[in-house]
């Protein structure tokens, strides 16, 4: 089961690299790159990199590919749609493959690799990063956070100039 569990995660890691670099609307570049970066989190909770996995999701996932797409949806304008939904079937479509993920997904919290008796703590484990991150590195950490804020106000900015 592993095996058919990597293979899946890996043709969809890899066909959702594939849709990023073919597909021209930077819309769904985007979207094929959040579908990949999560694909890559899921790879890494079969490997029981827990840590890694949930760093993939909330930094790259949600931060970066979310920022991608507020970018592209500021500095592009869009186009309105009307009429009759020309992608209807495809969306159709999405609704089984999203189930067969979530079920993928569930397979791999499941299986034999994740379970087991829990392990003592290593010394670079989780709860060690977590504490050097809120004792020793609390202010390059806090540093990060404001230039960051920094970056989204010079954003907001810039796109209130233009409008």
Same mark, same amino acid.
């Given at each position: 089961?592993?095996?058919?569990?990597?293979?899946? $995660?890996?043709?969809? /890691?890899?066909?959702? !690299? &594939?849709?990023?670099? +073919?597909?021209?609307?930077?819309?769904?570049?985007? #979207? =094929?790159?959040?579908?990949?970066?999560?694909?890559?989190?899921?790879?890494? $909770?079969?490997?029981? /990199?827990?840590?890694? !996995? &949930?760093?993939?999701? +909330?930094?790259?996932?949600?931060?970066?590919?979310? #920022? =991608?797409?507020?970018?592209?949806?500021?500095?592009?304008?869009g186009k309105e749609e009307t009429g009759p939904d020309p992608l209807r079937g495809q969306r159709l479509l999405s609704v089984p493959i999203v189930g067969v993920f979530l079920v993928l997904v569930a397979l791999v919290l499941r299986s034999l690799t994740?379970?087991?008796?829990?392990?003592?703590?290593?010394?670079?484990?989780?709860?060690?990063?977590?504490?050097?991150?809120?004792?020793?590195?609390?202010?390059?950490?806090?540093?990060?956070?404001?230039?960051?804020?920094?970056?989204?106000?010079?954003?907001?900015?810039?796109?209130?100039?233009?409008?």
């Open positions: 089961m592993s095996l058919f569990t990597f293979a899946v $995660l890996a043709l969809l /890691a890899v066909g959702s !690299a &594939a849709g990023l670099l +073919i597909r021209r609307n930077p819309i769904h570049g985007a #979207l =094929f790159l959040a579908v990949n970066l999560a694909t890559v989190a899921a790879l890494f $909770l079969t490997m029981r /990199a827990e840590f890694l !996995a &949930a760093v993939q999701v +909330i930094v790259y996932a949600g931060a970066i590919a979310v #920022l =991608f797409v507020f970018a592209i949806m500021v500095l592009i304008p994740l379970g087991g008796p829990a392990k003592p703590a290593v010394p670079g484990g989780t709860e060690a990063v977590g504490r050097m991150l809120f004792t020793d590195y609390l202010f390059p950490f806090e540093v990060t956070s404001l230039l960051l804020l920094t970056a989204i106000v010079g954003v907001m900015a810039l796109t209130k100039r233009r409008a």
